[in-house]
């Protein structure tokens, strides 16, 4: 029998678990297919302040009741919002998988939202902006985002802005949680030494009352690029140049992260090697392929010196550059390696094997076998790779920065640099 099964209750919810039967804990959680691009500009952020908000009582347990019988047993409780999904999960030794179970299906389904509470939390997470405000590759992150999927909900911050979350009001909150939080785009995600008809037995409990139905549906994304700046007394310049990337569903999807992981995934890389070894410009420099249900960005991050970054973009377009029409069969062949090397050292962590199950599912609809993904992965090729990186190239440029920006060449100039 497969160590990987999924069952779909009557309500619509999937239950999935992988199971290891050599380990000793269990890692659980629902993730719900709703996120930052599910937000529109009235309520930016409601996602992550909901997140927030669940873990300050349901109509069971307070707060201090929430974390004291997660962590009577020695579990851990988190949550996490991203731009497309929102996930609760629990990690706990084996035997205690029905009380993570039991405390995540409340917290998911029975939230009080209490108004005091949330004007204390409210403060919380303005805090939480404000020290994201104070931090510039945090900073450049975010306006990368926002350039390059302007005036959308997939390009606005996940956190919202200062005043709106100071404003938002409970019904918000409530509203959103109501539409969005529904069994048909719900993952129960479990991995570690479990049964599955035991899990599937305790979801049937712990989740027959998830409202059902279709979500509201999402605004398609449509990347733009552009230029952001910010000019700031800093010690470093935070830069990232992007492209138009490749979606989940994308064909390519693989290749360009084996473009990625070769040009700058690690220390053998070339962006590492030219740019850092050879030369000593930056301290960091990394590519980052961001993927998404209907789009994608392909991102070059450095940081550097005022009078380095003169120096520094003119290479990394050559190099990126070079991808396009100099790539060896060995340095893809390195790639791949890397590359499956990730995925499998990540099977030995419950947390890890729970999450990608989840998004999976979210994503693709079904599991992916590790043996599919490998195959993918080891038929990417010279040619693919360079196919990939034209790609990249023919796409309008997404250049954003923050720091001493003096020396640093304008859009038009970069964009040339870029230009096939």
Same mark, same amino acid.
């Given at each position: 029998?497969?160590?990987?099964?999924?069952?779909?209750?009557?309500?619509?919810?999937?239950?999935?678990?992988?199971?290891?039967? @050599?380990?000793?804990?269990?890692?659980?959680?629902?993730?719900?297919?709703?996120?930052?691009?599910?937000?529109?500009?009235?309520?930016?952020?409601?996602?992550?302040?909901?997140?927030?908000?669940?873990?300050?009582?349901?109509?069971?347990?307070?707060?201090?009741?929430?974390?004291?019988?997660?962590?009577?047993?020695?579990?851990?409780?988190?949550?996490?919002?991203?731009?497309?999904?929102?996930?609760?999960?629990?990690? $706990?030794?084996?035997?205690?998988?029905?009380?993570?179970?039991?405390?995540?299906?409340?917290?998911?389904?029975?939230?009080?939202? &209490?108004?005091?509470?949330?004007?204390?939390?409210?403060?919380?997470?303005?805090?939480?902006?404000?020290?994201?405000?104070?931090?510039? =590759? &945090?900073? $450049?992150?975010?306006?990368?985002?926002?350039?390059?999927?302007?005036?959308?909900?997939?390009?606005?911050?996940?956190?919202?802005?200062?005043?709106?979350?100071?404003?938002?009001?409970?019904?918000?909150?409530?509203?959103?949680?109501? &539409?969005?939080?529904?069994?048909?785009?719900?993952?129960?995600?479990?991995?570690?030494?479990?049964?599955? =008809?035991?899990?599937?037995?305790?979801?049937?409990?712990?989740?027959?009352?998830?409202? @059902?139905?279709?979500?509201?549906?999402?605004?398609?994304?449509?990347? @733009?690029?552009?230029?952001?700046?910010?000019?700031?007394?800093?010690?470093?310049?935070?830069?990232?140049?992007?492209?138009?990337?490749?979606?989940?569903?994308?064909?390519?999807?693989?290749?360009?992260? $084996?473009?990625?992981?070769?040009?700058?995934?690690?220390?053998?890389?070339?962006?590492?090697?030219?740019?850092?070894?050879?030369?000593?410009?930056?301290?960091?420099?990394?590519?980052?392929?961001?993927?998404?249900? =209907?789009?994608?960005?392909?991102?070059?991050?450095?940081?550097?010196?005022?009078?380095? $970054?003169?120096?520094?973009?003119?290479?990394?377009?050559?190099?990126?550059?070079?991808?396009?029409?100099?790539?060896?069969?060995?340095? !893809?062949?390195?790639?791949?390696?890397?590359?499956?090397?990730?995925?499998?050292?990540?099977?030995?962590?419950?947390?890890?094997?729970?999450?990608?199950?989840?998004?999976?599912?979210? !994503?693709?609809?079904?599991?992916?076998?590790?043996?599919?993904?490998?195959?993918?992965?080891?038929?990417? =090729?010279? &040619?693919?790779?360079?196919?990939?990186?034209?790609?990249?190239?023919?796409?309008?440029?997404?250049? @954003?920065?923050?720091?001493?920006?003096?020396?640093?060449?304008?859009?038009?100039? !970069?964009?040339?640099?870029?230009?096939?």
């Amino acid at each position: 029998m497969s160590a990987v099964r999924v069952t779909t209750l009557a309500n619509g919810l999937r239950v999935a678990s992988n199971r290891m039967p @050599t380990v000793e804990t269990v890692s659980l959680g629902v993730w719900i297919e709703a996120g930052g691009r599910d937000e529109d500009a009235a309520n930016c952020g409601v996602s992550h302040l909901l997140e927030h908000m669940v873990f300050k009582g349901t109509e069971r347990r307070d707060a201090r009741a929430i974390a004291e019988e997660i962590e009577s047993v020695g579990g851990h409780l988190n949550a996490h919002t991203s731009r497309e999904y929102t996930a609760y999960y629990a990690k $706990v030794l084996k035997e205690d998988i029905a009380l993570a179970v039991d405390i995540v299906a409340d917290i998911v389904q029975n939230a009080v939202i &209490d108004p005091e509470e949330l004007d204390r939390e409210r403060t919380v997470v303005v805090q939480e902006i404000m020290q994201t405000l104070d931090t510039p =590759d &945090d900073i $450049v992150f975010d306006r990368f985002q926002e350039t390059a999927f302007p005036d959308q909900p997939i390009g606005r911050s996940i956190l919202g802005p200062p005043d709106l979350i100071r404003g938002l009001p409970r019904d918000a909150l409530v509203g959103y949680m109501q &539409d969005h939080y529904r069994a048909a785009r719900m993952v129960l995600a479990a991995s570690g030494n479990l049964e599955h =008809d035991t899990l599937v037995a305790l979801a049937e409990r712990a989740f027959a009352d998830l409202p @059902t139905g279709d979500m509201p549906k999402r605004e398609p994304a449509r990347y @733009t690029g552009g230029d952001w700046r910010d000019d700031r007394d800093l010690e470093q310049v935070h830069i990232i140049l992007g492209l138009e990337g490749m979606a989940y569903h994308d064909l390519d999807f693989y290749a360009q992260s $084996v473009l990625s992981t070769f040009l700058g995934g690690g220390m053998s890389s070339r962006l590492f090697q030219e740019i850092r070894e050879k030369r000593g410009l930056v301290y960091s420099i990394y590519t980052f392929p961001t993927s998404f249900a =209907d789009a994608g960005i392909f991102g070059i991050y450095a940081g550097t010196g005022a009078t380095e $970054v003169a120096e520094l973009i003119p290479l990394v377009c050559e190099e990126m550059h070079k991808v396009s029409s100099q790539v060896g069969e060995e340095e !893809v062949a390195r790639a791949r390696t890397q590359l499956k090397a990730s995925i499998l050292m990540s099977l030995e962590s419950t947390s890890a094997r729970c999450e990608q199950l989840a998004r999976q599912l979210i !994503v693709f609809g079904r599991p992916l076998t590790v043996s599919e993904i490998v195959s993918k992965i080891e038929s990417i =090729d010279v &040619d693919a790779v360079q196919r990939v990186a034209s790609k990249l190239l023919a796409s309008t440029p997404t250049v @954003t920065a923050i720091g001493p920006i003096s020396h640093m060449e304008d859009y038009n100039s !970069v964009a040339a640099r870029l230009a096939l």
